[in-house]
């Protein structure tokens, strides 16, 4: 199993004493740190005692997650507004099955400082890495158990996040149940799709790096929604049941909302995303494209574990059949690991290779062979930090770990 480190960087803003920066790691050039200071401002007077997070790229490749809250009250016993962003390189948690920054929303784990935080040694409470492995994250499908109501919002969230457009607005009573709905519709995306979606709880978004993204702009009741009658957005008014640009459902749309009605059709397309996880591909989401999917899915299914992990041993010959299907979907990464697998299987009945192979046999073979050696990625790509450690037992959600600025051993997060 691979574990995979990623370094994290950190901006603490807070109203100690005024509105400052209390902390900023060393390796945060200035302009970055002008772009988080900026935002920090607009967002810090925000904050309430229930912690709200937004999600959202800086130039650089650089993810930001950042969580406002209340920590505390300062000499007079005014409440301390602060804001917590961690920096993550984009190039670092791509490599992680199924990396989702909406995780936070769903359950924090002790990824943020926490409100009892002593500002004069904030620095030993945060991480400079943190590690996970590539499993941790499909243990969250199993949040799908558990579909807000009505489900009819969940798949109007998810028909707006795959609109293509630049701005989704979502307007409610309830702006944390709202963010939980788009963390939770983030689920039900591939992570393709998925890692396009940031979330914002204000409308300026100077410093932010837009460029092919659909920011979800979160807004209030007492929030009007006039300054984005004329923009390019779909505007979703739960607290006044009004929606604007809201595209026709897509089939992938409909065959993931639909399942959430069923419990075995759930349990199916669990399986089915956390197979997406694993062999992800840009623009799975269209028509077409998950149409081929859906060929190849149906009849692998059997093969296919809750984990999202190929196993051919149960039906291999309707798993070979689904290949084909797969790598015109753009799973070629699936449709490669039928084929070894099932190569695999025929080597050791002594089924692939005669003993006396025909030319047509031969031929075959070294057809075979000289498609796989097209295929196979370079032997020197080294990207992920190879750790062995035991398989995990179950489903569990993620587990992260970090390492502590005054100690060299790793301790696992504190809920």
């Not at 390019?232 to 008014?237: A, K, S, Y």
């Not at 062999?279 to 299914?301: H, N, Q, T, V, W």
Request: net charge neutral.
């Amino acid at each position: 199993m691979i574990i995979h480190r990623c370094p994290a960087r950190h901006h603490v803003f807070t109203s100690l004493r005024g509105y400052r920066t209390l902390y900023s790691s060393p390796e945060i050039p200035r302009e970055m740190l002008d772009s988080l200071e900026s935002y920090a401002n607009r967002v810090c007077m925000r904050a309430s005692a229930e912690p709200e997070y937004d999600i959202f790229d800086l130039p650089g490749g650089i993810l930001c997650i950042a969580k406002r809250f209340r920590a505390g009250a300062d000499h007079v016993a005014r409440p301390r507004n602060c804001v917590h962003t961690v920096l993550l390189a984009r190039a670092d948690v791509d490599a992680i099955t199924g990396f989702n920054p909406f995780f936070v929303l769903l359950q924090e784990v002790g990824f943020f400082l926490g409100p009892d935080f002593e500002p004069s040694t904030v620095a030993d409470h945060l991480p400079r890495a943190f590690l996970c492995s590539e499993d941790e994250f499909v243990a969250l499908l199993d949040a799908l158990d558990s579909a807000p109501k009505p489900e009819g919002r969940v798949a109007a969230v998810l028909a707006a996040l795959l609109s293509g457009r630049p701005t989704v607005v979502i307007r409610a009573d309830d702006a944390l149940a709202a963010a939980g709905l788009v963390a939770f519709a983030a689920l039900l995306l591939p992570p393709a799709a998925r890692s396009r979606i940031g979330m914002s709880s204000v409308a300026d978004l100077s410093g932010m790096d837009v460029r092919d993204r659909t920011m979800v702009l979160m807004r209030r009741r007492a929030e009007s929604l006039d300054e984005f009658a004329s923009h390019d957005c779909v505007i979703l008014d739960f607290a006044g049941s009004t929606r604007h640009n809201l595209p026709a459902p897509s089939r992938y749309v409909e065959y993931v909302a639909a399942s959430l009605l069923d419990e075995k059709r759930r349990a199916e397309t669990k399986r089915m995303l956390a197979l997406l996880m694993r062999y992800p591909s840009a623009g799975i989401e269209s028509d077409a494209r998950f149409e081929r999917f859906l060929e190849g899915f149906k009849r692998a299914r059997r093969v296919i574990g809750p984990d999202g992990r190929i196993r051919l041993a149960a039906a291999p010959r309707a798993a070979l059949d689904a290949a084909l299907a797969f790598f015109r979907a753009g799973l070629a990464g699936a449709a490669l690991e039928i084929i070894a697998q099932a190569a695999a299987i025929a080597v050791e009945h002594d089924r692939l290779i005669p003993a006396a192979p025909s030319a047509a046999r031969e031929k075959d073979l070294r057809s075979i062979i000289e498609t796989l050696v097209r295929l196979l990625p370079d032997a020197n790509d080294t990207s992920a930090l190879d750790i062995e450690i035991p398989p995990s037992v179950g489903r569990r959600p993620p587990t992260l770990f970090f390492e502590r600025r005054a100690r060299p051993d790793l301790a696992e997060w504190d809920d």
